[in-house]
């Protein structure tokens, strides 16, 4: 799967999105997935995702993925449904913050609260897949400590 940018003469961008058989997309909360090839070019605002950046629920088994699935919902979900997801994952976040005794952590997940509360869901949702790695490591060194 490849996204290109087009740039249109006004200055305005476009975007020119590759998808392969069996590929999905979310776009504004509908999830799509693709028969056949296609390319799509998406020339008005709206809110997607694709390919890696979609996490299933089953997926969100660590703190930092289930905060991951929430501001996903709350990124590509209609407008409505927002402030209510919005909540559930600065609920997440706090959470985690209060648990965590990580400084480095708690500071992602400060800023990347402020990137959702500033509507800036992509970039919060970046900054929160950084911390997947750290919530692998300790769940697989509590796992070695429990055996």
Request: proline share 1%.
């Amino acid at each position: 799967m490849s996204a290109e940018k087009v740039r249109r003469g006004s200055g305005q961008g476009r975007l020119v999105i590759e998808l392969r058989a069996g590929d999905k997309l979310l776009v504004n909360g509908a999830s799509l997935q693709f028969k056949t090839r296609t390319t799509m070019l998406v020339s008005n605002h709206v809110r997607f995702l694709f390919g890696r950046q979609i996490m299933e629920a089953e997926d969100a088994t660590t703190p930092a993925r289930r905060i991951y699935l929430a501001m996903q919902g709350a990124y590509v979900c209609e407008e409505q449904e927002r402030a209510a997801l919005v909540q559930a994952a600065r609920a997440l976040t706090e959470a985690y913050i209060a648990a965590t005794t990580t400084e480095a952590v708690r500071q992602v997940l400060r800023l990347a609260l402020a990137e959702m509360e500033a509507g800036e869901f992509w970039n919060a949702m970046r900054r929160v897949r950084t911390l997947f790695a750290h919530d692998d490591a300790l769940l697989q060194h509590s796992e070695e400590e429990g055996a």
